[in-house]
Structure formats: structure tokens, C-alpha cells
């Protein structure tokens, strides 16, 4: 069992920087064997998926926030981040946390809008 939880959203105006973060709870598999994703929503689009950080270390972005966006993960914290730069308008969504280890968890969201 995994639960995660993400922070770190808010207002940004276009040009800006948000850091977001997963926190996540384990019992049993260790959190370091888990892949990690970063996906968002926005109002009438589908989820897409934005970043992935494997057990590895090996990332995966986007095509639409490559050089913006950097996946991190700190093992012994439990965490994974999302730093994202240079946000745009079309950043504007709901950022969720998913981990899977045979199975998916999901966080809550945390909501990240840009707008001047």
C-alpha cells in the first residue's frame, strides 16, 4: 500500500517557476522500487502523463515540457519533485502523483495555475 500526497501548487504568472512535491507512505515494498509519474489534467482534456522518474533513476518527459520540467526522487525522504520553469498558460491544470509497483497509486492533486 502507497499513499501519496502532492504540495506545492498555486498561482504562477507565465515565465515563472513551481516546485511540486510527492510524498509518499509505504508499508511492505520500499518506496525506491516504485516508478514514479507526474501527470496533469486540465478542465476537458485528457490526463496526460508529464514526467516519470524509474527505480533507476532513468526519466521521461513530455514532449510538450522537455528543458522546463526536471523529475527528481529522494529515496530515504520518500519524495519526488517536479521542478517546472518557464510555465506557460497550457501548464494550467491539476498535477497528480502516481506510483506503481505491480499496481498504480494515485494522489489527490494539487492545482497549479498560470495566468497574469
Known amino acids: 500500500q502507497v499513499q501519496l500526497v502532492e504540495s506545492g501548487g498555486g498561482l504562477v504568472q507565465p515565465g515563472g517557476s513551481l516546485s511540486l512535491s510527492c510524498a509518499a507512505s509505504t508499508s511492505g515494498i520500499a518506496f525506491s522500487r516504485y516508478a514514479v509519474y507526474w501527470y496533469r489534467q486540465a478542465p476537458g482534456k485528457q490526463r496526460e502523463m508529464v514526467a516519470t522518474?524509474?527505480?533507476?533513476?532513468?526519466?521521461v518527459y513530455a514532449d510538450s515540457v522537455k528543458g522546463r520540467f526536471t523529475i527528481s526522487r529522494d529515496n530515504y525522504k520518500n519524495m519526488v519533485y517536479l521542478q517546472m520553469n518557464s510555465l506557460k498558460p497550457e501548464d494550467t491544470a491539476v498535477y497528480l502523483c502516481?506510483?506503481?509497483?505491480?499496481?498504480?497509486?494515485w494522489g489527490q492533486g494539487t492545482q497549479v495555475t498560470v495566468s497574469a
Open positions: 502516481k506510483a506503481t509497483y505491480v499496481q498504480d497509486y
Open positions: 522518474i524509474h527505480s533507476t533513476g532513468f526519466t
